[in-house]
């Protein structure tokens, strides 16, 4: 069925019978020529562009749980293209592109609204590095404009723009970035793929590898064993775990990232915030929650829930940039598993496995990659070759010295 406005108005006078589940619930074949290893955003849209863009057939997603039941369906829903270095700038850009017709291509509302991003600064050498970050997002063919005090006053008037600590200068703005509703996103690609033939099947863990002479032939599942020609594993968070059942160790943590929604109030928010003082984002859902959230928790876990000291933090974060905020009720905050590389930036590769190929590394940011993860990964999956966006993504640039550290943080997972 095509969803449309028509269709809409034919069920609405025909008592809603029509709806069909938007995919269907196969059991495992015993073989497939590509399985995807994880059913969140990037999974799922590499299974669709597999199918529609690359042609290929016979793929299945295997996912442990339920269909976006990880990061896809906890992150604060932010896209955007505001990157620096040219490893990331030109993909993150594709990948804005994509959002752009997303909806479109796969028929299915997932409310991308590009309402805009404002990164405040505060200082005046905060002010030269947003500068730059404009001009290489320009260059890479993004849009940017930097604001001064006032533009960004006239926007957003009810921040705190004279802290005594934090006084807002400005900010690096970003039009066309915004939010996408992530559970949306996540469905919309799991039924494009399952029109095209796609087997989606839930409750299947990947419990191990069966790798002969070199070569992946296939999978073990808590649903047995299953045959496979290539095999691409997207599975965020627990890319550490399932990577260790193929033998590898890779430079990559896993930590918590919390998010927080408020109780629903009056549209304040236009678009995305983010303070540039400190790790504070906020947006406001189009139910009317305030969604925010702020730095990862400081330890090393694969439990799907944080601690108390990061709500603390995140608070006063937004008590310092809108002390507004403080007059709401918090309704609701959850976690979720990062996969957190050594230089902030992901991997999209080969592994040293013949047939096994590596999606994972996305930190805070693999929401707003989701289409051009899948698509770059879908493309190396089907050609035995990068997507021109996602030749620096290699495995082995860690070993080779060649990292994108976009913040220059280092080798500090938390502080990418
Ligand atoms: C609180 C929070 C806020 C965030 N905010 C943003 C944001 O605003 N913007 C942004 O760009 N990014 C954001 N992110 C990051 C973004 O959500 C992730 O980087 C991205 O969703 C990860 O890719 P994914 O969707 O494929 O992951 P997931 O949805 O986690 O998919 C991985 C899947 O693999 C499955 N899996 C794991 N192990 C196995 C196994 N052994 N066998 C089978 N399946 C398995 C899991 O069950 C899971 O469903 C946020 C993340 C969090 C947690």
Redesign the pocket.
Known sequence: MRYSALQILKEALTGHHGWRPLWRDPDPQPAYDYVI???????LATAYYLAKTFHKARIAV????W?????????????RSNYLLPGNEPFYEFSMKLWEGLEQEFNFNAMVSQRGIVNLFHTDGQRDAYRRRGNAMLLAGADAELLDREAVRAMIPFLNFDNARFPIKGGLLQRRAGTAR?DGV?WGYARGADLLGVDLIQN????GFRIEEGRVRGVE?SRGFIGAGKIGI?????TG??MERAGMRLPIESHV???FVTEGLKPAIPGVITFGAGHF?VSQSDKGGLVF?GDIDGYNSYAQRGNLPVIEDVAEGGMALMPMIGRSRLLRT??????MSMDGSPIIDRTPVDGLYLNAG?????????PA?GYAFAHLLATDTPHETARAYRLDRFERGYVIDEKGAGAQPNLH
Do not use: P
């Not at 295997?62 to 749980?65: A, C, D, I, R």
């Not at 959850?334 to 996969?339: E, Q, V």
């Not at 996305?362 to 989701?370: E, I, L, N, R, S």
């Open positions: 290893v994880g059913g969140g955003g990037h999974g295997l996912e442990k749980g269909l976006g039941s990880g990061n896809i369906g906890r992150n604060t829903t932010i896209i992530h996540a299947c863990e990947v419990t599942t997207a599975v965020a968070g627990s775990r399932v990232l919390q998010a984002y959230g959850w976690g979720g598993i990062m996969d996305w930190c805070y940011g693999g929401f707003k990659a989701t993860s």
